[in-house]
Nanobody
Framework: QAQLVESGGGTVQPGGSLRLSCAAS????????IGWFRQAPGKEREGISC????????NYADSVKGRFTISRDNAKNTVYLQMNSLNPEDTAIYSC????????????????????WGQGTQVTVSS
């Protein structure tokens, strides 16, 4: 019943932009940390960004800092990831995940903290 559904992936040229959406159904995101993760072929899944309890905190991996922005719309029960200045190294399957964390704290990017995952959306950056 409870689901996370990603959308917004696709193929773009280097330097392009995409906005990913992570929409929740069956539960409220307000009291959950929402993280974005990606997994490239042959690579481990890595955390790239997160939005903490009610959006009070955000965090970014060094690989995307300054290029990606996470935000949330509580009314729509949706978290977004705006991705700018994309390069081929950003090619991966992007997934969102939720972790119950009903207090303001800096969110974490380690995947072990997250217990509910979406199916992922493919992002391909190619010239």
């Amino acid at each position: 019943q409870a689901q996370l559904v990603e959308s917004g992936g696709g193929t773009v040229q280097p330097g392009g932009s995409l906005r990913l959406s992570c929409a929740a159904s069956g539960f409220r995101m307000d009291d959950y940390t929402i993280g974005w993760f990606r997994q490239a072929p042959g690579k481990e899944r890595e955390g790239i960004s997160c939005s903490g309890y009610r959006g009070y905190s955000t965090n970014y991996a060094d690989s995307v800092k300054g290029r990606f922005t996470i935000s949330r719309d509580n009314a729509k029960n949706t978290v977004y990831l705006q991705m700018n200045s994309l390069n081929p190294e950003d090619t991966a399957i992007y997934s969102c995940a939720a972790n119950w964390s009903p207090y303001p704290a800096v969110c974490a990017l380690d995947k072990g903290r997250y217990n509910f995952w979406g199916q992922g959306t493919q992002v391909t950056v190619s010239s």
